[in-house]
């Protein structure tokens, strides 16, 4: 039997070009930045038994142990090597979060996850700016009208985060693609504060 965030994208992205899943990790942490994960499926992505298979266990990385999820993040590079999937991290730092509070740092972090990628997917997919919207249809550059693709964000809407999005409340429990940003957060925060501990060890991170 499929995943069940399978067949919630799955039927999400019919008729679409694909999906966008973004989610942070570090929003309720006391030391360090809060990390933001976004990936990208086409929606071609779905019909392919293999990908299938490969995201069997993914789930929301909280619900995963430490083992799985690093499994699962070469899962991922995996997948992106070869062309099914892109996905990308941003970082706020602790400097940005007290300047800007908690939820701007996470709509930085999100805003930077998504340009970057923009960026690898080689221009597939472009985050739109919420004034972008007109009648559910974006122009292209020949100015034919096409489907905009669905970006999926993990919780309540993000009134500071400037590009077009739904928020999807328990999403990293609901959405593939939402969960595998958060497995892409959460592995880039883990790395990045255990390096953090290695050089500063007096801070017991």
């Known amino acids: ?6 067949t919630h994208d799955r039927k999400a992205a ?22 933001a994960g976004a990936t990208l499926l086409p929606s071609g992505f ?5 990908n299938r298979r490969k995201c069997a266990e993914v789930n929301d990385s909280k619900q995963l142990d430490q083992a799985k999820r690093e499994k699962l993040f070469g899962i991922l590079q995996s997948l992106m ?7 990308a991290t941003g970082e706020a730092s602790v400097d940005e979060i007290e300047r800007e509070n908690i939820v701007g740092g996470t709509c930085l972090a999100m805003h930077r996850a998504m340009d970057a990628l923009a960026e690898l997917s080689g221009g ?8 972008d919207l007109a009648e559910g249809l974006f122009a292209t550059e020949e100015g034919a009208s096409e489907p905009p693709w669905l970006v999926l964000v993990d919780g309540r809407p993000m009134k500071r985060l400037p590009y077009l999005h739904e928020g999807l409340v328990k999403g990293d429990t609901l959405s593939l693609s939402v ?27």
């Open 1 to 6: 039997m499929a995943n069940p965030l399978w």
């Open 14 to 35: 019919k008729g679409l070009p694909g999906i966008v899943g973004v989610d942070e990790a570090g929003r309720g942490c006391l030391a360090g930045p809060v990390v």
């Open 46 to 50: 779905f019909s392919k038994a293999t």
């Open 81 to 87: 090597e070869g062309g099914e999937l892109w996905f």
């Open 124 to 131: 597939l997919w472009k985050p739109r700016g919420k004034d």
């Open 179 to 205: 969960a595998m940003a958060s497995i892409a957060a959460k592995v880039t925060r883990d790395r990045l504060m255990a390096r953090m501990a290695e050089r500063y060890p007096e801070y017991d991170f």
